[in-house]
């Protein structure tokens, strides 16, 4: 099984941690803006920024960040705002919740038996959310985070896993469940355009849904590795970045992917759209990949560390990596 996200921060991600109670304090670190940091994005004017150790981290400028005290100390992966209120997810299946813009966070969920990560979180609004992670977790809210609910989601393994889960549904719906529940890949990301839902995960994984992931269709591509990022750009283009250096663009009209030469072989964790021309892609060993039109060029940052995700902000990208905020000069 192939792991569910790149190689320099994935001991991080799946490694099974000592067991924490996230109503512990996240620890206040002096240079907190240099440590590990797996996800980040804008709220309003604002940045907020999630990694190791519960840290959650604010800036209005992108240069000054301030640590906020967070009642968990597990390791944080994905964050997503809608107006005033956020979510956070992570290690131990915690889900974070702030009602006011990032100030204050508290605790909707939290299960370390389940001893895996969650990855990634949406909001189609202020009620209604996806968390996804390892181990094919899918957990919904309908009332804002309250309450989560798992669900098993078949479409997501391929054909020949789905013929042999249907002949064994015949026969014993209890352990068609148990055998799906062991087969499901690792969800890595997920994303929303418009009516559009899109989830990215290993093993080839790449799933669109139109009502909300009710119900997924699997969409047909040329290769098996681990995909690490969905996204339909400003540009218009839906990209998948995955595992050392494949990058796919979705064709509308043919209605099948192509694959782009990113120029490298590092594993590429993030798509971030500067404008409607251009499309950057973060990775691995400091790779920076620019899209603009049918032009891809490469180039890589000097400390060569690992770029997990970023955002667009202030005519620059502010990515976070495995040792903190990074600042990239718009890509031309």
């Known amino acids: ?98 009602q006011n813009n990032g100030l204050n966070w508290d605790v909707q969920h939290f299960a370390p038996e389940q001893e895996r990560p969650l990855l990634d979180v ?77 989830i990215a995960g290993e093993a080839g994984l790449l799933a669109t849904s139109t009502d909300k992931g009710q119900t997924w269709k699997r969409m047909d591509i040329d290769y098996q590795g681990s995909f690490f990022n969905i996204e339909q750009a400003k540009s218009g ?20 992917w192509s694959a782009i030469d990113a120029g490298s072989k590092a594993s590429m964790n993030a798509v971030v759209s500067v404008d409607t021309s251009r499309t950057v892609l973060l990775g691995n060993n400091g790779a920076v990949v620019t899209m603009q039109g049918d032009d891809v060029s490469y180039k890589q940052q000097s400390d060569g560390q690992a770029l997990v995700n970023g955002v667009f902000y202030n005519n620059q990208i502010i990515a976070v990596s495995v040792d903190g905020i990074k600042h990239l000069q718009q890509a031309r």
Do not use: C
């Open 1 to 98: 099984m192939k792991l569910s996200l790149a190689s320099a921060v994935i001991a991080v991600l799946l490694a099974p941690l000592p067991s924490i109670h996230a109503a512990q304090t996240s620890f206040q670190a002096p240079l907190v803006d240099q440590s590990l940091l797996l996800d980040i994005t804008q709220s309003g004017d604002q940045l907020v920024a999630v990694g190791e150790r519960g840290h959650i981290i604010r800036s209005t400028d992108g240069q000054n960040w301030q640590q906020v005290e967070v009642p968990s100390t597990s390791t944080l992966t994905g964050v997503y705002f809608i107006g005033q209120q956020g979510w956070v997810v992570g290690h131990d299946f915690v889900i974070l919740h702030t």
């Open 122 to 198: 949406v909001f189609f609004n202020e009620n209604h959310g996806i968390a996804i992670g390892a181990y094919g977790a899918f957990l919904r809210t309908q009332d804002g985070g309250k309450t989560w609910q798992s669900e098993l989601h078949a479409e997501f393994v391929n054909q020949y896993d789905q013929d042999y889960l249907n002949e064994i549904r015949l026969e014993d719906e209890a352990f068609y469940k148990e055998e799906l529940a062991a087969i499901l890949p690792h969800l890595n990301s997920i994303s929303v355009s418009g009516e559009n839902v899109y």
């Open 237 to 256: 283009q839906l990209i998948a970045t995955g595992l050392r250096g494949n990058v796919f663009v979705f064709d509308k009209e043919a209605q099948q």
